[in-house]
C-alpha cells in the first residue's frame, strides 16, 4: 500500500498523517476477508526526502481520525459554509446527472455533528465556529448549488444529492437532522436556535412523507417514482436497516407516533411480514 501526503502538504515543515492501513488495504485490494486478526504490518518504508519524528502503531485511533477530519473541515470548508463534492454524479440511468461542485445536505450534517462533538471535547472555538457556518447551505436552494428542496411545493427537504428535479434520498435527509440536532443542543445563540428551527421544519416534512417511503414489504431509496414518473428505486435490505435505526435514533428526540410506528412496520418486514392485500 502506498500512501501520499498531498501536494498542499509538500512545503509543510511537519504534518501528523493518520492513516487506518487496513481500511486502505481493504479498499484497495477489494478484500472480503476483513478479519483484521488474519492481518499484520510486516514493513513500513519512505520514499523521498522525509524525516519521521514519530511513528505509532495502534489497535485504534478514533480520537485521532476525528481531530483529523476536524482540521481538514476546518481547512476546506468554502464561502458558503460547505465541502463541494468533486465528482459527477449520474443517476436513474442517466435521466439526472449532477456536475462537480456539488453540496450534499447529508455530508454538510455529518460534519456539522463531528464538529460540535470536537467543540465539545476540546472546547476549540473554532470547531463551533465552522459548524455555524455550514448552517447557510441550508437555506439555499439546490438550483442555486445549495441543498434545500420543496417536496409538492409544501415541505422543506434537505437533498443528499441536489438533482433537478430533486429525488427525495431518505437516509441522507436524516442524516442532515442529526447534524442540525447536535448543533441545536450545543448552544443558544441565534444561530443554533436557527439549527433547531430547521430542525423542526425537516421532522414535519419527515413525518409527512414517510408513508410515500413504504412499499409494503421494505422501502424506498428516494421518490424517483414521484419526481421522475419511473420505476421505484427499492433500497436494499442494508440501506432497510439503516432507514429502521435512522428512525429508532430520531424517535429518542422527537418522540413521534408515525416515526415510532413506521420503524416498528419496517422492523416487520425484515421478519417477512407484509401489507395487506385485498
Not at 450534517?109 to 473554532?126: E, F, M, N, W
Not at 439555499?140 to 434520498?169: C, H, Q
Amino acid at each position: 500500500m502506498i500512501s501520499g501526503i498531498g501536494p498542499e502538504n509538500q512545503k509543510s515543515n511537519s504534518i501528523l498523517l493518520t492513516r487506518d492501513l487496513l481500511i486502505d488495504l481493504f479498499k484497495n485490494r477489494l478484500i472480503s476477508d476483513r478479519k483484521r486478526s488474519n492481518y499484520c504490518v510486516v514493513k513500513i518504508f519512505t520514499d523521498g526526502s522525509v524525516q519521521i519524528r514519530t511513528l505509532s502503531l495502534k489497535t485504534s485511533a478514533h480520537g485521532e481520525f476525528a481531530l483529523a477530519a476536524g482540521e481538514w473541515l476546518v481547512k476546506n470548508q468554502n464561502e458558503l459554509g460547505g465541502w463541494p463534492i468533486k465528482v459527477k454524479r449520474k443517476f436513474a440511468k442517466g435521466a439526472l446527472s449532477i456536475n462537480e461542485g456539488w453540496h450534499s445536505a447529508m455530508s454538510q450534517g455529518q460534519a456539522i455533528s463531528l464538529l460540535v462533538r470536537l467543540y465539545s471535547r476540546t472546547s476549540d472555538p473554532k470547531y463551533l465556529k465552522i459548524a455555524k457556518k455550514a448552517l447557510k447551505l441550508f437555506e439555499i436552494e439546490s438550483y442555486r448549488n445549495g441543498i434545500k428542496a420543496m417536496l409538492f411545493d409544501k415541505y422543506t427537504w434537505f437533498e443528499e444529492y441536489p438533482t433537478a428535479p430533486s429525488i427525495f434520498v431518505l437516509n441522507g435527509f436524516i442524516y442532515s437532522l442529526f447534524g442540525l440536532y447536535d448543533l441545536s443542543k450545543i448552544c443558544d445563540d441565534t444561530f443554533c436556535q436557527r439549527s433547531g428551527k430547521l430542525f423542526d421544519i425537516g421532522i414535519q416534512s419527515l413525518e409527512a412523507a414517510l408513508p410515500l417511503f413504504d412499499s409494503g414489504s421494505g422501502s424506498f431509496y428516494d421518490l424517483r417514482h414521484l419526481s421522475l414518473g419511473i420505476a421505484p428505486n427499492l433500497a436494499r435490505w442494508d440501506y432497510h436497516s439503516t432507514h429502521i435505526n435512522q428512525l429508532l435514533h430520531l424517535y429518542t428526540i422527537v418522540r413521534g407516533d408515525i416515526i415510532q410506528t413506521t420503524a416498528e412496520r419496517w422492523i416487520g418486514y425484515m421478519k417477512g411480514h407484509r401489507a395487506s392485500h385485498n
